[in-house]
């Protein structure tokens, strides 16, 4: 696998998907219960965006500043995207040398979903954070190896979904975020999906998926409700119009069995991210139920 995140981290899709990652993580806590955070593919966990402009031999375009970038000084946030930021700007400051702390007007470090996760856990709840590039893989258990809530695997986070489910508690929030790259990516999130929700019916899981054919997450979405999951919905955001050259027009994450009401506090704030991210005009975002509860 060639895909190295850093060259995209903080994009607007990261925006989307870790604007709903954090209020769906504090939805599964309003469950004194703990749970099971499993991130089949987890990234690096932390991204110098310093390095989104230089590419593996030439600079490249960074897309942060299209992403978060126009969220960092605005003050008309949404509350899930306050939170979210909040613990964006948290996570950068803590890596800034000293020197980096005269400019704190753009971000310059980016947290990646296993360190928002371990940000919101609570002593209850656990992790299990999956990578299997050896180069990522080193990454993360660097950034995260302190956490004792924490395992960090070198594996198919596919085959995860098997090994670790269920856990002890019954509870589990899975979080199935891959690159893509592979022509049968959606066939292996399927599966996935069947498998867990064979061994944890009551899990919730997350699946992370770009716009570029709609025609594809369509076909995606008929499988996936062909299996006959729990209540399910699935939220979008478009960056450009459907008549735009651009490949990937947006992206969206599909949640099977979502922590009670979530959606309600995360429906009104998705036009607000169109409107903030649009690249050109046409963009859109919206929530709607799959399989209604």
Same mark, same amino acid.
């Given at each position: 696998?060639?895909?190295?995140?850093?060259?995209?981290?903080?994009?607007?899709?990261?925006? #989307?998907?870790?604007? !709903?990652?954090? %209020? !769906?993580?504090?939805?599964?806590?309003?469950?004194?219960?703990?749970? !099971?955070? !499993?991130?089949t593919h987890a990234g690096r966990g932390r991204y110098d965006l310093a390095s989104a402009a230089r590419g593996d031999s030439l600079d490249r375009t960074p897309e942060w500043p299209a992403g978060v970038g126009r969220l960092w000084e605005r003050s008309d946030l949404p509350a899930p995207v306050g939170d979210y930021l909040a613990l964006v700007k948290a996570f950068d400051l803590r890596n800034?040398?000293?020197a980096e702390m005269a400019d704190l007007s753009t971000p310059r470090f980016y947290p990646g979903s296993p360190w928002l996760a371990q940000a919101v856990a609570r002593p209850q709840d656990r992790l299990a954070l999956c990578e299997k590039h050896p180069e990522e893989h080193a990454a993360l258990r660097n950034e995260l190896?302190?956490?004792?809530?924490?395992?960090?695997q070198a594996t198919d986070g596919y085959t995860a979904v098997k090994a670790m489910l269920p856990p002890p508690g019954k509870r589990a929030f899975v979080l199935?975020? %891959?690159p893509f790259e592979d022509m049968r990516e959606y066939a292996f999130i399927v599966g996935a999906l069947r498998e867990g929700l064979r061994r944890l019916p009551g899990g919730t899981?997350?699946?992370?998926?770009?716009?570029?054919?709609?025609?594809?997450?369509?076909?995606?979405?008929?499988? #996936?409700?062909? #299996?006959? %999951?729990? %209540?399910t919905w699935s939220a979008e955001l478009t960056v450009v119009g459907p008549a735009s050259a651009v490949k990937m027009k947006g992206c969206g994450l599909v949640v099977i069995n979502p922590p009670w009401q979530v959606d309600r506090d995360l429906a009104p704030m998705l036009p607000?991210?169109?409107s903030v991210l649009a690249q050109s005009p046409g963009g859109t975002a919206d929530l709607r139920w799959l399989v209604p509860e």
């Open positions: 696998m060639n895909y190295r995140h850093q060259y995209h981290a903080g994009n607007f899709a990261d925006v #989307l998907k870790h604007c !709903l990652l954090v %209020p !769906l993580l504090r939805g599964m806590q309003r469950k004194e219960k703990g749970f !099971l955070y !499993l991130d800034r040398t000293a190896d302190f956490e004792v809530r924490a395992t960090i199935i975020d %891959p899981f997350a699946v992370w998926y770009p716009l570029t054919e709609r025609a594809r997450v369509d076909a995606f979405f008929a499988e #996936l409700v062909a #299996l006959q %999951p729990p %209540p607000w991210l169109a």
